[in-house]
């Protein structure tokens, strides 16, 4: 089966029918990796619709410094100024654009400890079987540091659709990074609750696993897994 990623899981809590799961979990089941057609690899536009949000929220986070959202917020709004963009290429920079500008009042810092270290993450560990389903998980940051004498490991998982995740939907993320951060770390590591972290970019809000644990949110994850493996 190939990959799966956290918002196809998303997508099919999503649907509201039986048979429009059945569909679903079909396509999933038998698709094959998508090749790139030669008009692909020579577009211009990046293969990562966000990347320049996510890319800067990765900066400021890592660097504890707000220094970089003016530049790449210009950036944008020079690029919003071709005349000769594709309407498609426009709506991507503008919403790049807007995510950073809500982002500026965003409190990112409350989010990490003072000092980390970046750990790298290999591409192996991304799969994480679930009940038979490979979840495709891609932290865009994984992170160590030292509370009270032990060595203890976090991780940033930057999420950014059209319109963003409920909460509940949000948590599915959450609940993801941290059994990855699970098998692939708490052999050297202890795994922060506080710290593994989840952050819908598109409406700028965030969840933990410890909010999880707490009861704020309920745990989705198994139960959509399991309803996935028996329709």
């Not at 008009?39 to 986070?61: A, G, H, K, L, Q």
């Not at 799969?127 to 038979?132: A, F, N």
């Not at 490979?134 to 992170?143: G, S």
Request: proline share 4%; aromatic share 12%; net charge neutral.
């Amino acid at each position: 089966m190939e990959k799966i990623k956290i918002n196809e899981v998303v997508d099919f809590r999503r649907k509201t029918t039986e048979k429009s799961k059945r569909n679903f979990i079909s396509k999933l089941m038998t698709r094959v990796p998508k090749e790139k057609t030669e008009s692909e690899d020579d577009d211009d536009e990046p293969r990562d619709y966000w990347v320049f949000s996510t890319s800067c929220i990765y900066n400021v986070f890592k660097n504890k410094s707000d220094e970089f959202y003016d530049p790449k917020i210009s950036e944008l709004e020079t690029k919003m100024l071709n005349p000769d963009l594709k309407s498609t290429t426009l709506s991507m920079y503008k919403r790049n654009r807007d995510i950073l500008l809500n982002f500026k009042e965003f409190d990112l810092y409350n989010l990490r400890p003072e000092k980390f270290t970046r750990q790298g993450v290999q591409t192996e560990h991304k799969i994480l079987m679930v009940d038979g389903f490979p979840l495709y998980i891609k932290p865009t940051i994984v992170f160590s540091f030292d509370m009270k004498d032990k060595k203890v490991i976090g991780a940033l998982w930057l999420v950014p659709q059209v319109n963003g995740f409920k909460k509940s939907e949000l948590g599915i993320f959450c609940e993801a990074l941290y059994r990855f951060l699970l098998k692939n770390y708490s052999q050297n590591f202890q795994i922060s609750e506080q710290y593994c972290i989840a952050i819908d970019t598109f409406n700028s809000q965030s969840i933990t696993y410890k909010d999880i644990l707490d009861g704020n949110l309920q745990p989705l994850l198994d139960v959509t897994i399991n309803e996935m493996k028996y329709l």
